[in-house]
């Protein structure tokens, strides 16, 4: 424990404070594999929150990819090189033939920032329509879309917020259609005042999953008459797959196909190359020849031979292993077994998810949903005691987040189970 | 060569039109070793263009840090990991010691568009001065510092431009210290204008190199009036080190160490981690926490363990082979023997730069030091026909930029000048 105060004391001098980290008793990580890590006491760890080590922690294929190229050469894309053309011709061909092209970034942002300006270039305006608690990244432009907290010099006025779908709470008081009506009309009242202001409507950006706001369980074809009004407006629908792509929501690769939408423009992150810094767009050929004549564009790093072949590995894997179907399995199992659990824990309101993204919402109770956000940080504090790694996010902070590297098994989802149980019970 | 028209139509279609490839005759590269690259036909090419393998292609002792860490442990910063604590210690090591804290990004653009938001936290205000032939990277918000295509929606008038210093065309007519004070009084104008503004001055960002300005040999002490300026009218100073940084100028181990000068802010990428995608912001501890508490920042991919250990590979690297002394020595040898090749032909009207970054301004003739943009294109091509691989780049694109990997030795340089030589007597 003395070592760990050193190191945190160390940190905070060398990397500033007010730099977040896990847990009230933070993790000292020295090694991973699989769905485990291990601390610095040799401590293992399940891990149930990361989603960027996608094919597990260290998966041997992505590291031999990355040693390979990297010993070979790894260079830039203002020379030709095979590696980011077979990378990127496997990757559009798991979407709709209208994603025909793409630009590789370093990051999820990256990927972000550039998707706002093929807006910007496609339809001439700039305002653009986000959730009021969402996440897609730290760039200048990129997080103005965010509610929190106001940068310096203020908001750029040109983004306009709608409600997050809350499908426990659905606006308006009921589900199904009336719910996807309603959620709607705040789509098309944001277009208007969009196209009252200077900025005019250039874009949707949403995660189609709706990770950050708590991935709710929305009706059929939700987003149906939201992408219809805003393609009656000229705008375009950007989807930030960064959470839910990659086979993560079991059902489908990506998760507009889950929500039965075909977006412009897709951006892509995190699990990418299961760490490696990789980032990317998809889009239209048509979008993509827009933004490159309205902006120049050159990423030094961005579509490098190595970080094609990370990338590319992590495609092979998912393919190899079944890591899809994996993650459909497992996580309908793991949700049944959190649905067991409910029986026992009044605390546990709600239990959703898809795949391996899921969680249960915690409440003070189910009549009136009140949620239980204290309690939920002392579960995911207790889960990390007991050798559990997951977290919480959603609109009121009160969903357990629990988004494990997808060779996550059965044996792994009971481990987890009965932890949460000890850690529920002992509250 | 069949082979090559394929490629490139597969590459418009997969990564779109506009896309800068170099030469007329793009290289397709399949293999780098130290300061050599090879062709997919075979043909070895001396590589006196790139400095993100700044240590060498392929340097073993890079890729062996990049494996190792990769099989071990690659995750983020909210955990506790000692690998991005070892690096920040070493890398604040080499700098002032009020620059003792650093932000770790992906990308340079990332960091400059950290940077940019530190003036922001630190001053209250927006106003940025750059050079008018600078680029700082890509992002949305750091674009806005170019002025090479004007983006969508328009500036956002918060930038003010200065004339990028050229020593062979001096502002006022004279060199020197008259030089100084003509361009400190341009930044002086600058900070007037944006005080008059709503936006406020923050920051001046430079290159202290000024690379993609044309790296002009500047008086002793040019920047020192402009700096004092930007202090007394409470702004701060951002040193793009991106290009100048590493040790490549030669001299010191960063461009603005050479210029005598201390920043607030310095921002870093390419070379840092010899290709795999680092950048960074190095600042003293009091602006980097005034930027994390008026801005949440998280970077998923930024200082990773991986990361980290590639970044701290080529500082350990430069250090043993004693590259940056390299860098001074051949630097010295290769500009002399520019030099001489000057008095061969007058095309050559200005031979300058510092360490391993230097190169000849090509102009039609030497009293009128008429810029000789098309023949340098010329040189470019001849000089990759003849298997050396250079660039161009200034206030007038007629400059030959030598950049090479830092191991770069006399009889390269030999073989670079003496192919320049032939291509120079052949045009």
């Not at 309603?182 to 709706?210: M, T, Y």
């Not at 805003?230 to 993560?248: H, L, M, N, S, Y």
């Not at 564009?297 to 894997?317: E, R």
Request: aromatic fraction near 8%; include cysteine.
């Amino acid at each position: 424990m003395a070592g760990e105060e050193a190191l945190r004391a160390r940190r905070e001098k060398l990397l500033g404070r007010n730099m977040s980290l896990f847990y009230e008793d933070p993790v000292h990580l020295v090694k991973g594999e699989g769905v485990w890590l291990w601390d610095a006491d040799g401590k293992q760890y399940l891990d149930c929150y990361n989603n960027v080590p996608h094919v597990g922690h260290c998966h041997p294929r992505v590291v031999e990819a990355i040693c390979r190229q990297a010993s070979t050469l790894n260079t830039h894309t203002r020379y030709l090189h095979e590696g980011i053309l077979d990378y990127v011709e496997r990757l559009t061909a798991t979407f709709d033939k209208s994603l025909d092209s793409a630009i590789l970034t370093c990051t999820g942002s990256e990927a972000n920032d550039v998707a706002l300006r093929m807006a910007q270039a496609v339809t001439g305006k700039t305002g653009v329509i986000a959730t009021d608690f969402t996440y897609h990244g730290n760039t200048t432009a990129v997080s103005q879309l965010s509610t929190r907290m106001p940068p310096v010099g203020g908001y750029g006025g040109h983004v306009r917020h709608v409600p997050a779908p809350d499908a426990y709470r659905p606006l308006g008081g009921e589900g199904g259609a009336a719910f996807a009506t309603a959620w709607a009309v705040k789509v098309e009242e944001a277009i208007a005042s969009l196209q009252e202001s200077p900025f005019g409507f250039s874009a949707l950006i949403i995660d189609p999953f709706f990770a950050n706001e708590g991935f709710p369980d929305l009706p059929e074809n939700f987003l149906a008459p939201a992408v219809a009004a805003v393609r009656k407006a000229g705008g375009i629908v950007i989807c930030d797959e960064v959470q839910p792509g990659f086979g993560r929501a079991g059902t489908h690769m990506w998760g507009h196909q889950k929500a039965g939408i075909v977006p412009d423009v897709v951006t892509l992150g995190k699990p990418m190359a299961n760490g490696h810094p990789v980032g990317g767009v998809v889009a239209g050929a048509e979008t993509l020849n827009a933004f490159r004549k309205a902006f120049r564009y050159f990423n030094t790093f961005g579509g490098n031979p190595v970080s094609c072949a990370a990338a590319l590995a992590v495609l092979d894997v998912l393919e190899d292993e079944k890591l899809q179907e994996n993650a459909l399995d497992v996580g309908a199992y793991a949700r049944a077994g959190l649905q067991k659990l409910a029986d026992k824990h009044p605390l546990i309101g709600n239990v959703r998810g898809s795949g391996l993204f899921f969680g249960a919402e915690l409440v003070l109770d189910r009549a009136e949903k009140t949620p239980a956000s204290d309690i939920a940080t002392r579960v995911i504090n207790g889960m990390r005691e007991r050798g559990v790694l997951m977290g919480k996010l959603g609109i009121h902070q009160n969903a357990t987040k629990i988004r494990p590297p997808m060779p996550f098994s059965k044996e792994n989802a009971d481990l987890m189970l009965s932890t949460l149980d000890d850690v529920l019970g002992g509250l």
